[in-house]
């Protein structure tokens, strides 16, 4: 199947209680068409807390077609579930690491680098400093050999 077309068939439910269940879900949710699939994201669980949620308070239901998800959103989109108001809308697709920037800082782009990085001697850093100060006739600062005699 089409990523595409499976993401039209598929609806986002958030703002559900920790009491809800997949059955649950799937009892509310089939009336608007032949549910495929209930997923019900679960929360990084620790065994020393159990007051930690068993979910993460959405879950995605993929129907057979389109039509029956866009009737499952015009009529449960804020709507209440167990005591709570759900949103209900159109599933996206989740973004990729890359699409997302990832856990890599902007500076390890080579496109970034070429856009904001000076040659070292142009940058101003140590280098440029102790030319700018022998050119002015100020002191160098000290070798790392002459600090650790001190």
Known sequence: MEEGTK???TVFVGGIGDDVDEALIFEHFATFGDVIEVQLPSAATNPHQQTEAKHRGFAFVTYGSAADAQDAIDNMDLNE???RVIK???ARPMKTPMQLGGNRAVWESEEWLKQNVKPLNQSGGVQGRNAAKQSSGGDSPPKDDDAMEE
């Open 88 to 90: 209900v809308n159109l």
């Open 7 to 9: 993401s039209k068939k």
């Open 81 to 83: 579930l167990r005591g």
